[in-house]
Every structure is written in C-alpha cells, then in structure tokens.
C-alpha cells in the first residue's frame, strides 16, 4: 500500500546539479518527518538532509551544507533534493524516507553519479 517512486537521479560532471524528487502515496505524508539518505559502494547508509512538517526546520550532513537543499510539497505528498556543485564524494544509491515516532517507510532509491 505504500509506495515511494523516486526519480531525477543520473551522471552528471562535477560542479552540476541534479534535483531528485520523492513522490510517494498511502501514508499520512504531512505528517512524518521527511529526509534523504545516501549510501556509496561498501558503505553504510547516511543521512543527508531532513525536513519536519510545516513550522518545523531543515538539517544537513556536514558535507552537503551550502549545496543542498530539501524541501517538500504536503499537498503533493512530494520531497526534493536539490543538489548543486556536485562532487565525485557524492556519487551514492539516494533514498527517500518517512519517519513518525518509531515508524520508517524507504523508497527503493536513486543512483547518483558524478564524475568527468
């Protein structure tokens, strides 16, 4: 029942942009708490950037701060990614997430690629 369907990833040269979007049905959207993750070759999964509801506020990895920015469309049920100055370090599988209190919802995820 639920479903996220990820999209906007690809290969792009170092210092492009890519906007990733996250649209996704069968929760109560406006209520979790939104975020993108990334995980990298034989690595483990890391947060990137949250966003809580309306009235609440945004947060950063270290290493995205200043290029990323999340943001989310309640009567869409949408979350984006918008990723500027791309670095090779940010090649990763993205995953959308939905979180309230103890509950996780993932989306299958979105290849990234940076590299000239």
């Known amino acids: 029942q639920v479903q996220f369907v990820e999209s906007g990833g690809g290969l792009v040269q170092p210092g492009g942009s890519l906007r990733l979007s996250c649209a996704t049905s069968g929760f109560t959207f406006s209520a979790y708490t939104m975020s993108w993750y990334r995980q990298a070759p034989g690595k483990e999964r890391e947060l990137v950037a949250t966003?809580?509801?309306?009235?609440?506020?945004?947060n950063y990895a270290d290493a995205v701060k200043g290029r990323f920015t999340i943001s989310r469309d309640n009567a869409k049920n949408m979350v984006y990614l918008q990723m500027n100055s791309l670095k090779p370090e940010d090649t990763a599988i993205y995953y959308c997430?939905?979180?309230?209190?103890?509950?996780?919802?993932w989306g299958q995820g979105t290849q990234v690629t940076v590299s000239s």
């Open positions: 966003i809580t509801k309306p009235g609440g506020s945004t």
């Open positions: 997430n939905a979180r309230f209190k103890t509950i996780n919802l």
